[in-house]
């Protein structure tokens, strides 16, 4: 099955959730995970069932990592605010270099995510 993470900042969260809403069909088809917050409010407004990490800022960026490292997830989705500093950049600083080690595919915009997310599934549909 595949396996995708989803992270959010804070003022990118509507747009998380307006994606998740206009793919729900295939991202119910999918493993998620997700950093807290995000995470959260996935599974609250669109019934998808999301296996929660910690937030962020206090780890779950460093969970998405471990597991990109363990070769555990197919995709991510971080919807990044590239105008605000955040308090641990260095962790998302590590997860962007995990994913570019690890060649796993990372969108950090909503156009590169529906790239991913149709990518993801054309993968998917090869298989069965």
């Known amino acids: 099955m595949t396996r995708l993470a989803l992270i959010a900042h804070d003022d990118e969260k509507p747009e998380m959730i307006d994606l998740a809403e206009s793919y729900e069909s295939l991202l119910a088809t999918f493993d998620l995970v997700g ?5 959260k409010r996935v599974a609250d407004e669109t019934g998808l069932d999301v296996e929660l990490k910690e937030s962020g800022p206090i780890g779950g960026d460093a969970q998405i990592a471990a597991e990109v490292a ?21 962790d ?37």
Not at 71 to 88: C, M, S, V
Not at 97 to 121: F, K, N
């Open 70 to 90: 363990e070769d555990r997830l197919d995709g991510i989705i971080f919807l990044r605010d590239p105008l605000t500093a955040q308090p641990h950049e260095p």
């Open 92 to 128: 998302i600083s590590a997860l962007l270099r995990i994913c570019d080690v690890h060649d796993t595919p990372l969108a950090t915009t909503r156009t590169s995510a529906e790239y991913v997310l149709d990518g993801l599934a054309a993968d998917a549909d090869r298989m069965e």
């Open 35 to 39: 950093t807290g917050t995000t995470g």
